[in-house]
Nanobody, 118 residues
Framework: VQLQASGGGLVQTGGSLRLSCAAS????????MGWFRQAPGKQREFVAA????????SYAGSVEGRFTISKDNAKNTVYLQMSSLKPEDTAVYYC????????????WGQGTQGTVSS
């Protein structure tokens, strides 16, 4: 499974960014996709995830109410709409997918930088 993320950039506090992640390859072997992020000097952390079939979404407490994850099954693409952005949202955002076999985030895409200026 290959994951291609795009959509990062630079915005001011309060602004919005939309990230996209397109999956290719053995996508049938995955059952959910999502996003992690890593800020400078910090550990990588979970942001949001959504199931392919059920469509249920989960969010980190720090982004709930500001970020929305959605999917387009026909395009094997997941989106992360980020609104009301804060400087602490500045991070490299990684697209991930879970293996239907291990139920773990076994597949990772390259990161895309999101920077929020104060």
């Amino acid at each position: 499974v290959q994951l291609q993320a795009s959509g990062g950039g630079l915005v001011q506090t309060g602004g919005s960014l939309r990230l996209s992640c397109a999956a290719s390859g053995r996508t049938f072997s995955t059952n959910a996709m999502g996003w992690f992020r890593q800020a400078p000097g910090k550990q990588r952390e979970f942001v949001a995830a959504i199931g392919w079939n059920v469509g249920s979404a989960s969010y980190a407490g720090s982004v709930e109410g500001r970020f929305t994850i959605s999917k387009d099954n026909a395009k094997n693409t997941v989106y992360l709409q980020m609104s009301s952005l804060k400087p602490e949202d500045t991070a490299v955002y990684y697209c991930v997918a879970t293996s239907a076999t291990t139920q773990k985030y076994d597949y990772w895409g390259q990161g895309t930088q999101g920077t929020v200026s104060s």
